[in-house]
């Protein structure tokens, strides 16, 4: 059995065909259907290899160009595609806050240490609020439920829907403009129905949203701004 690069990621499912995927941190993602063999798998990975090391190059660039935070005064950090000034105050309560008006964030120079898990969860609890409300909104006009929301930690997966019902999407997406959430929150609730990426699924995606690609298109060229590390 041929090895599997270190880099590639497979993830095999119902699907009926190969699709090779360069996420934002340069690695392959590669969805497989359950019955083709590893040697299949990279055999399609041999063939398509100049493709993959020219996006890879492509996103391994763009990665470099987006250092992680250093949580000091100004330096900028999104939510929901605006961006906010980070101030650091002597006192001040809580330790972090959004002052949208002013156009900043707000940081206690005493939490200043512990400043990366502090922006963490505070990005965890408005995407928890975001994701529900938009969730809510396009599952009554879809007319589908799901059965569980989870927010999750993925770095480079923005969304997912299990076998069970469950939708998942990354906290690290409610840095992205609304538009682009809602456009991964119909995906996601439209694979409640269809859990391939046939053109079935994609017309049910435009009949919802007709100018998904350019929404999907963002995340691509955008996606490895989404983080703080």
């Given at each position: 059995?041929?090895?599997?690069?270190?880099?590639?990621?497979?993830?095999?499912?119902?699907?009926?065909?190969?699709a090779l995927i360069v996420q934002s941190d340069g690695s392959?993602?590669?969805?497989?259907?359950?019955?083709?063999?590893?040697?299949?798998?990279?055999?399609?990975?041999?063939?398509?290899?100049?493709?993959?090391?020219?996006?890879?190059?492509?996103?391994?660039?763009?990665?470099?160009?987006?250092?992680?935070?250093?949580?000091?005064?100004?330096?900028?950090?999104?939510?929901?595609?605006?961006?906010?000034?980070?101030?650091?105050?002597?006192?001040?309560?809580?330790?972090?806050?959004?002052?949208?008006?002013?156009?900043?964030?707000?940081?206690?120079?005493?939490?200043?240490?512990?400043?990366?898990?502090?922006?963490?969860?505070?990005?965890?609890?408005?995407?928890?609020?975001?994701?529900?409300?938009?969730?809510?909104?396009?599952?009554?006009?879809?007319?589908?439920?799901?059965?569980?929301?989870?927010?999750?930690?993925?770095?480079?997966?923005?969304?997912?829907?299990?076998?069970?019902?469950?939708?998942?999407?990354?906290?690290?997406?409610?840095?992205?403009?609304?538009?682009?959430?809602?456009?991964?929150v119909v995906h996601e609730l439209c694979h409640l129905q269809?859990?391939?990426?046939?053109?079935?699924?994609?017309?049910?995606?435009?009949?919802?949203?007709?100018?998904?690609?350019?929404?999907?298109?963002?995340?691509?060229?955008?996606?490895?701004?989404?983080?703080?590390?």
């Open positions: 059995m041929m090895p599997v690069d270190p880099e590639i990621k497979i993830v095999r499912s119902r699907r009926k065909t190969i392959l993602l590669v969805r497989a259907p359950l019955r083709v063999t590893q040697r299949q798998i990279m055999d399609v990975v041999q063939q398509q290899a100049e493709w993959v090391r020219t996006r890879q190059e492509a996103a391994r660039q763009r990665a470099a160009a987006a250092p992680p935070k250093a949580f000091v005064e100004g330096e900028i950090f999104n939510y929901l595609g605006q961006p906010y000034r980070l101030v650091i105050a002597n006192a001040a309560r809580p330790a972090l806050a959004l002052d949208a008006q002013a156009g900043q964030f707000r940081l206690v120079r005493a939490a200043q240490p512990g400043a990366a898990a502090l922006f963490d969860a505070w990005y965890r609890r408005q995407a928890r609020q975001v994701f529900t409300e938009r969730v809510a909104f396009y599952a009554r006009q879809i007319g589908l439920q799901p059965q569980k929301l989870r927010i999750s930690s993925a770095r480079t997966r923005w969304g997912s829907c299990s076998s069970r019902g469950t939708l998942s999407f990354t906290w690290r997406l409610v840095m992205a403009p609304l538009p682009v959430i809602d456009y991964v269809v859990r391939n990426h046939s053109k079935d699924f994609w017309n049910k995606v435009r009949a919802i949203m007709p100018d998904y690609k350019e929404r999907a298109r963002w995340l691509r060229v955008n996606g490895h701004l989404l983080r703080l590390d």
